[in-house]
């Protein structure tokens, strides 16, 4: 495996995606579009989960609740899309400060193999 790079499959524990949701819930909260969108769906269909344990039976009630508000089935993919770049665009933006924080690793493990191993 090439340095640097992690193994293709990393599997994720509890707390990892944990971790993530609520990344992903403050990002898509501050995001907020004005109205009913694919945020409020989310939201709502979680919280539906509970209560509504067939998953179609969930989105159609959801989507009927929101459609009520306004939310059209064009909004909603719409939307959705548009928060799926934004997690994009995070991804993007994590990544880049990944490999910056490689570099530095790197760089400083051949300061720490110049200086030291040479002293």
């Known amino acids: 495996m090439p340095q640097g ?9 509890t707390e990892d995606i944990d971790r993530f949701d609520k990344h992903f819930e403050q990002m898509f909260d ?13 939201k709502m269909t979680e ?5 509504v344990r067939d998953e179609r039976s969930r989105i159609a009630a959801t989507f ?4 009520i ?3 059209t089935q064009e909004r909603l993919v719409e939307t959705a899309q548009q928060y799926k ?20 690793i790197d760089d400083d493990i051949h300061k720490i193999q ?3 191993y040479r002293a």
């Open 114 to 116: 110049t200086t030291l």
């Open 64 to 67: 009927a609740s929101l459609s």
């Open 30 to 42: 501050n995001a907020n579009l004005p109205g009913p969108d694919y945020y409020e769906f989310w």
């Open 85 to 104: 770049g934004l997690i994009n665009d995070d991804r993007s933006r994590f990544g880049k400060a990944c490999d910056a924080m490689i570099r530095k």
């Open 47 to 51: 919280a539906l989960a509970v209560h």
């Open 5 to 13: 790079h992690a193994p293709a499959h990393i599997s994720l524990s």
């Open 69 to 71: 508000q306004g939310l």
